[in-house]
C-alpha cells in the first residue's frame, strides 16, 4: 500500500508551541501543510476532510497515513525528501535555471567544474 509520512517543524514567530504539520507522498510530492497550536492537533489538522481528500485523489486505491517522530531515522520519508529535491531541481532546469544555481537552490552546495 502506497505511504503518506506526516511530521512537524517548528514554526518560528507563531506561538511558543506552534508547529508546521505537514504530509509527503512516498514519491516526495508534498500534499498538505497546516498551522497547528500542538502536537495533539497537529495530528488531526493533517487528517481533515479537506486533506483527505487531497490523499485519496493522490491515492484512490489507498494509502496508509504514517506519523513520523524522528524524521532523521525514518528510512521512508528520508527517500521521499530525496525524491522531492530531485523533483524541484528537474522543475528549475525546466524553467530554464542554470544548473549550478539549481544544484545550489536544492542541494546548498555549488559544483565545481573542475573536479
Known sequence: MSKIYCWVEPAPNWGPTDLYVKAIA???DVLAGHLSSSISFAKLDIQ?????????????NGYDLEWVDDIEAHEGIQKAFILNRH???????????????????VWGWKHNAST
Request: proline share 6%; net charge positive.
Open 87 to 105: 523533483s524541484w531541481f528537474k522543475k528549475l532546469l525546466s524553467e530554464g535555471t542554470p544548473r549550478e544555481e539549481a544544484l545550489d537552490t
Open 26 to 28: 512516498e514519491d516526495g
Open 48 to 60: 481533515h476532510a479537506t486533506k483527505l481528500k487531497k490523499y485519496e485523489k493522490k491515492y484512490p
